[in-house]
């Protein structure tokens, strides 16, 4: 791992936090940008420091993925820290929230400290955990929100589990509202989509699926938005996937609701269709919807009204997966695919290249306070090297994570990362 002084020239700048997307060069130093030339050189440069030629690929900061979920602790056969860290650097992600449903789960400081040290043993990418909001992600009692933020969790949620309780969430957000902790929030009407395995209408009655009407997502997200509009808290909604609940989150923003969304690469790219043939690949939480739906989802991400997108790295090992459909474990791993799959918008021309990395970098560091997501001068040097238009095939076998549960396999993308730097160290190298 390279932690000489670099210089990288002849490369497409691809900056949200400044706006800028050009030509240019950048040199890192002691872990951090020690330099950045907008539309030229890097002009003289000592003979002691790594030239790396990029030929015009694009080198933008490292993506920041809010939403990563790891088997350790507890279940270490579906991903371990280390192998959620190598995929993470081979996909050009250089930091990483993983999810507190873990065993035990992350509601605790002493687990919270668990997962930090565990990173800086790994020294790969950046890992911060996620807390939970209550005791043991059960939805009952609430988990010791502030002594957590001060361990270092970077917001409080209970993943794939909505709180249903009203009264337990209104603790919840008045309580993080104190410290002024980031609550995030799955919005699914519990009754609704229980036992459910894709979205409900003629294409799951065809397949004989059980499902969940889409319209339980908007009824969880009314009822999250009085409650952040009663408590002042600050609100991730985690996972926009519908027209409905979109439409929604906009009454909110415009309200002045200090809430903010995401969605997935997986509700980007697929719709309910894509499952196929029973492909439980494709089976993920919440399921996927229409074609109506996810058209409504890219339009939120170009218009910035969803302004974070996730890899909602979910993996599943292969006796998980390997069953009828609706047994299946939902879920599918993103850490590698999530870059090459989101420049299908820009080669489609559906969204800008600088918005698409906004939504990955700038955005999610803005959100969580984080120093990265910059090319700056004296910005943390995490960054990402990726020819734009080199043809990938995606190939879940060869996919570093543990578990190969990719929606993507067999998928020809464009995007091929040539080089992961976190801190200045080179992570990964093509």
Known sequence: ???????????????????????????????????????????????????????GAMLAPGLIDLRVKTGEPGTETKETLKSAALAAAAGGVTSIVVQP??????????????????????????????????????????????????????????????????????RVLMYARAFDVLVAHRPTDPWLSAGAAATSGEFASRMGLPASPAIAEKIMLERDLALVELTGARLLVDQLTTAGAIESFRRGLAKGLPIVATTSINHLTFNEIDIGD??????????????????????????????????????????????????????????????????????????PLIDLIRAVTSAPADLLGLPAGRLAKGAPADLVLCDLNAPILIDADKLISKSKNSPFDGRRLQGKILRTVVDGRTVFSA
């Open 1 to 55: 791992m390279s932690s000489r002084p670099t210089a990288f020239v002849n490369v497409r700048l691809v900056d949200p936090a400044s706006g800028y997307d050009g030509p240019g060069a950048l040199v890192i130093a002691e872990g951090v940008i020690a330099d950045v030339s907008h539309g030229g050189d890097a002009g003289p440069l000592s003979p002691d420091i790594e030239i790396v030629d990029g030929r």
């Open 101 to 170: 449903d873990t065993d035990p789960v992350i509601d605790e400081p002493s687990v919270v400290d668990f997962i930090l040290r565990r990173a800086r043993d790994i020294e790969l990418v950046h890992v911060y955990p996620a807390g939970a909001a209550t005791k043991g992600g059960k939805g009952q009692r609430m988990a010791e929100i502030g002594l957590m933020a001060e361990a270092g969790c970077l917001y409080v949620t209970d993943a794939d589990r909505p709180i249903v309780d009203s009264k337990v969430l209104q």
């Open 278 to 351: 029973y492909r439980t690949f494709c089976k993920v939480e919440p399921p996927l919807r229409s074609e109506d739906d996810r058209q409504a989802v890219i339009e939120a991400v170009a218009s910035g009204l969803i302004s974070v997108i996730v890899s909602a790295h979910a993996p599943a090992p292969a006796e998980d997966k390997r069953l009828p459909y609706d047994e299946a474990a939902p879920g599918a791993v993103g850490l590698q695919t999530l870059l090459p799959a989101l420049l299908t918008f820009h080669h489609e021309g559906r969204i």
